[in-house]
């Protein structure tokens, strides 16, 4: 287990923060932060707290924060379907339903889809259909996409999409230091057969456009979708914090019309 102190200076660091911003912000002299990074003071559990609450850490990693300088963790990390959380399994069913006829999904940090629209399930069915080979894995939003038997096939803008992919994941990672469970994700789909080898060095930290459409044609129908992702804020639950709802939207007429005839 590294030191506390150090992993403080490294996220100060990751959020570009100097000590004396940092200091300021959680009002403490800029003298006892600097011992705390070089380890010459050991700093209170209500001092990792509001230093780690400053430094916006995910709840995951205050925990890790917390056991380096030698306190429990505080934060739970529950299981989606325990009663305490039946209040966001309600917002998620309510969010989800509220998209119809487009597709809806709620994934996990690791990019697994944890729970999808009935939109959703139907349009993978039709993409899917015929179609024998399966995709490693749980169902994973990185894999279908990068995996020569996922959706990539029927993608007609992949390499833009793939791209846009690998910068928003590389993105997240770096927002929270190095999330290894996520970034084995990302190296495992960049090494399936037929990605680019250009996109392992891609930086995420270059400027793209607000929006990328992920562009579906087979059997003649086509479906133009955007995104949006949403985070449920002020959660206190690892589980909970670290899920995403991504909501599809037609671009267009035509996925409008072919998004409500696979309904019927």
């Known amino acids: 287990m590294p030191e506390v102190g150090p992993l403080i200076r490294r996220w100060r660091n990751a959020r570009g923060l100097s000590q004396l911003a940092l200091a300021a912000g959680s009002v403490v002299s800029l003298r ?13 559990r209500a001092m990792v707290l509001k230093l780690a609450e400053v430094l916006d850490v995910p709840l995951r990693e205050r925990n890790i924060l917390l056991l380096a300088a030698g306190f429990a963790p505080v934060y739970p990390e529950s299981a989606l379907d325990v009663p ?6 309600d917002a998620l069913d309510a969010i989800l339903a509220q998209q119809e006829p487009y597709p809806a999904l709620v994934i996990d940090r690791d ?5 999808a629209n009935g939109a959703a399930a139907r349009f993978f ?11 490693p894995g ?3 939003v990185l894999r279908r996409m990068f995996h020569p038997d996922g959706v990539r096939r029927y993608v007609t803008n ?3 999409v793939c791209q846009a992919l690998v910068r928003r994941a590389r993105r997240e990672a770096i927002g929270g230091i190095t999330d290894e469970r996520a970034q084995t994700v990302l190296r495992e789909v960049l090494a399936y057969p037929g990605v680019p080898p250009s996109l392992r060095s891609l930086d995420a930290t270059v400027p793209t456009t ?3 459409p992920i562009q579906y044609a087979r059997d003649g129908r086509r479906f133009d979708y955007f995104s949006t992702v949403t ?9 909970v914090q670290e899920l995403r709802i991504e909501c599809f939207f037609p671009a267009n007429d035509i996925t409008r019309d072919n998004a409500r005839a696979l309904a019927e």
């Open 231 to 239: 985070t449920l804020g002020t959660a206190q639950d690892i589980t």
């Open 32 to 44: 006892h932060l600097s011992f705390i990074e070089t380890g010459r003071s050991a700093p209170s």
């Open 158 to 160: 992949w390499p833009e």
């Open 84 to 89: 305490a959380l039946a209040a966001i399994r």
């Open 111 to 115: 990019w697994n889809i944890r729970q």
């Open 210 to 212: 607000p929006v990328v």
């Open 125 to 135: 069915r039709f993409l899917q259909a015929g179609h024998d080979a399966a995709v």
């Open 138 to 140: 749980p169902p994973n």
